[in-house]
């Protein structure tokens, strides 16, 4: 996703349809915390403006695991 590059260093990015629902998959790696957070809410921002999304996650690795960013942490 060319808008997410202008805020971060993509790692990867991925759509695919899982159960017959689109799902949009960007990796990416910042410079700290508070800025690979207001890039997350960026990027699920623009894409509310590009399509009708019905669910979205915003997570962080610690290690080998996946956790949510609490949405209260949003700007």
């Known amino acids: 996703m060319a808008f997410a590059r202008t805020l971060v260093t993509v790692e990867a990015c991925d ?3 899982v159960r017959g629902r689109a799902r949009v ?3 990416y790696q910042a410079d700290d915390d508070p800025s690979a957070r207001r890039a997350g809410w960026a990027i699920l921002h623009r894409l509310d403006e590009l399509a009708e999304i019905d669910g979205r996650q915003l997570t962080r690795r610690f290690g080998n695991r996946w956790y949510p960013v609490r949405p209260d ?3």
């Open 15 to 17: 759509v695919e349809v």
């Open 25 to 27: 998959t960007v990796r």
């Open 73 to 75: 942490r949003a700007p």
